[in-house]
């Protein structure tokens, strides 16, 4: 990757201006394999926490199929997805952690939203996912999916997608209306901003399947 593309990646990645150097992240230089069978959540998530730590940074995700469980997008981070490129839910149920979103799912039931989640950011600020690939939940996969109708305890075991807790200046952002970012198998909600405060979401396609609904109605997003 050359200096210019380097550094477009990372005033791409920019919500609010942050005083310090951006670089990049490759997630196979932390040992990632975009093979369709190797779990990278280690892997993603120590790229992850390396840019973090340095404070600003772009993660990228090459072209590739690359399996994960949960990850979470930390303060002045952009998770960079490249066109070719799909993150992908495994199916391994354990390796998606129970974080507390802690609002109620309706004032009308006493339960809270589902609490394990596919991608996250918790009390973040500045944090960006980018790119023409896709995010794939893999919620149709027998070990994501608990089954139609509203059965609340099937459906408090299912896995949010992408959800953003009390996080300020958030975006997820497709790179153009013909190379946009898409969002696709969630077992439950696709993209869920709680309690957040600047959020941006741009060129994105969501391709979902409501798995509570009798007939696995198809949910998409409008197309331009």
């Known amino acids: 990757m050359n200096r210019s593309f380097r550094s477009v990646l990372c005033v791409a990645g920019l919500i609010a201006a942050i005083p310090a150097q951006c670089a990049v992240y490759n997630i196979v230089d932390f040992g990632a394999k975009g093979d369709g069978t190797t779990e990278n959540t280690d892997f993603i998530q120590a790229a992850i ?110 896995i949010n997608e992408i959800r953003f807790i009390k996080c300020t200046n958030v975006r997820i952002e497709g790179d153009n209306p013909q190379s946009m970012l898409e969002v696709k198998g969630s077992s439950h909600w696709a993209v869920q901003p709680l309690n957040c405060d600047g959020v941006h979401i741009q060129y994105v396609h969501i391709n979902n399947i409501e798995v509570q609904a009798k007939l696995l109605t198809p949910i998409k997003s409008a197309l331009p």
Not at 82 to 107: A, E, V
């Open 49 to 158: 926490n390396t840019a973090n730590a340095n404070q600003l940074g772009t993660v990228l995700v090459p072209a590739g199929t690359f399996l994960s469980g949960t990850i979470e997008i930390k303060s002045g981070v952009t998770l960079r997805i490249d066109k070719g490129t799909t993150i992908k839910g495994t199916t391994n149920y354990t390796t998606y952690s129970p974080i507390s979103p802690g609002y109620q799912s309706f004032l009308t039931r006493p339960d809270f939203y589902p609490e394990r989640v596919f991608i996250y950011a918790k009390d973040a600020h500045d944090v960006a996912i980018t790119g023409s690939g896709t995010i794939d939940g893999n919620g149709k996969a027998p070990p994501l999916n608990f089954g139609k109708g509203f059965d609340t305890a099937g459906r408090l075991k299912s």
